[in-house]
């Protein structure tokens, strides 16, 4: 898939895409000039940003606790 698909597909601007590419995060691939990348490795690049639960308690100062009761 084009750079632009993938960026779109994973809601992101191409320069993240780029950034997310050059620190080895996604693989990519160059033909000549233009870079493609495979379909199933952005999928598995998503599985492996999943957030696993529990871990976003720093986004509500007030913290879970104070919401359960």
Same mark, same amino acid.
């Given at each position: 898939? /084009?750079?632009?698909?993938?960026?779109?597909?994973? &809601? @992101?601007?191409?320069?993240?895409?780029? #950034? +997310? @590419?050059?620190?080895g995060?996604?693989?990519?691939?160059? +033909?000549? #000039? =233009?870079?493609?990348?495979?379909?199933?490795? =952005?999928? /598995?690049? @998503?599985? /492996?940003?999943? @957030?696993?639960? &529990?871990?976003?308690?720093?986004?509500?100062?007030? &913290? =879970?606790? /104070?919401?359960? &009761?």
């Open positions: 898939m /084009s750079t632009a698909a993938a960026a779109d597909y994973l &809601g @992101i601007t191409p320069r993240t895409l780029y #950034r +997310f @590419i050059d620190e995060q996604l693989p990519a691939y160059r +033909f000549g #000039r =233009v870079i493609r990348l495979k379909r199933l490795e =952005v999928e /598995s690049f @998503i599985e /492996s940003c999943r @957030i696993e639960p &529990g871990t976003l308690e720093h986004l509500y100062p007030e &913290g =879970v606790a /104070s919401r359960e &009761g």
